[in-house]
Nanobody, 115 residues
Framework: QVQLVESGGGLVQAGGSLRLSCAAS????????MGWYRQAPGKQRELVAG???????NYADSVKGRFTISRDNAKNTVYLQMDTLKPEDTAVYYC?????????WGQGTQVTVSS
């Protein structure tokens, strides 16, 4: 059974940083693309960043230059380093293993950025 456990969310002031982690179990982590999504109240879930099996990355325009996605296959973990946070980054952040429709989702972690 695939499980994804996210951690690292919290409350931070604008301009601050947080690092999210997502630890996977029950699957061959290194064979899967990973992604971070977020959903703010009243809004649709949106892609924040993705990383392929071989480490190729992509980012939403709104976070380019501020967020960095990385993965450690030895630890079955994907990270999202978030710097220069803005109030509009406030959302529940979810990690995804695999494809959007067929993959596995974590339970989400709340990130709140105060102005």
């Amino acid at each position: 059974q695939v499980q994804l456990v996210e951690s690292g969310g919290g409350l931070v002031q604008a301009g601050g940083s947080l690092r999210l982690s997502c630890a996977a179990s029950g699957t061959i982590f290194s064979l899967n693309a990973m992604g971070w999504y977020r959903q703010a109240p009243g809004k649709q879930r949106e892609l924040v960043a993705g990383i392929s099996r071989i480490g190729r990355t992509n980012y939403a325009d709104s976070v380019k230059g501020r967020f960095t996605i990385s993965r450690d296959n030895a630890k079955n973990t994907v990270y999202l380093q978030m710097d220069t946070l803005k109030p509009e980054d406030t959302a529940v952040y979810y990690c995804l293993l695999g494809g959007y429709e067929t993959g596995y989702w974590g339970q989400g972690t709340q990130v709140t950025v105060s102005s």
